[in-house]
């Protein structure tokens, strides 16, 4: 049963797809769950969650954690339902919503955030940061330059603490023709920081 698994990094493959929505790689997980510093019991906003991989390995992790997934497009929602269904996972809320509109709707409140990205980042992280508490953590992913920028500029207005920027670099053996050849996966950008009030 592949819900056994009690470490993170769950091949990708055992995920259920949909065409032409991304899946964050087993390795870039890692580094996010390394920078969301889970603790035995939280409450988690993933908020652009599409498969839903980051949710699902939160909650594997932290049973006692409530992780809400926040997807706008239904059929997207719906794929996160399933795997939920398919990884035998209760404590994810799957909420269909727009960010940051529907954040006032959203309960419990965070004390963990994860942005998988998303064309308006920077009005997310800002919007997000007043439902935290403080040392809240906020984590985001930027796979190109300019949510890198809007992500980084937003921490600094924020004058968030502890921030921190990993690249990833990661390649994986793969059999081309009869050759073994070791294949790129894409570069992203995890950025993060704490908000600690006076």
Do not use: H
């Not at 993933?46 to 926040?70: F, N, R």
């Not at 398919?86 to 709707?105: H, M, Q, R, S, Y």
């Not at 190109?144 to 502890?162: K, M, P, T, V, W």
């Amino acid at each position: 049963m592949i819900w056994q698994y009690k470490t993170p990094g769950i091949p990708d493959e055992l995920f259920e797809r949909l065409p032409g929505i991304p899946l964050t790689k087993k390795e870039v997980r890692l580094l996010i769950l390394s920078a969301l510093r889970l603790k035995e019991k939280s409450v988690i906003w993933d908020i652009g969650a599409g498969t839903g991989t980051v949710s699902i390995e939160i909650a594997l992790i932290c049973p006692k954690t409530t992780v809400i997934a926040l997807e706008r497009d239904p059929d997207v929602a719906n794929l996160i339902r399933e795997n939920c269904t398919l990884f035998g996972i209760e404590n994810i809320k799957v909420v269909e919503g727009n960010a940051p509109d529907c954040f006032e709707t959203l309960n419990p409140k965070p004390d963990r955030v994860f942005i998988g990205g998303g064309k308006c980042v920077k009005d997310i992280l800002m919007e997000v940061w007043d439902f935290l508490p403080s040392e809240g953590r906020v984590v985001a992913m930027a796979t190109n330059l300019e949510n890198l920028y809007q992500i980084s500029e937003g921490l600094s207005n924020l004058q968030a603490r502890n921030v921190e920027v990993v690249q990833s670099a990661i390649n994986r053996l793969e059999t081309r023709g009869l050759s073994q050849v070791f294949a790129a996966i894409a570069p992203v950008f995890i950025l993060s920081g704490e908000k600690i009030e006076p």
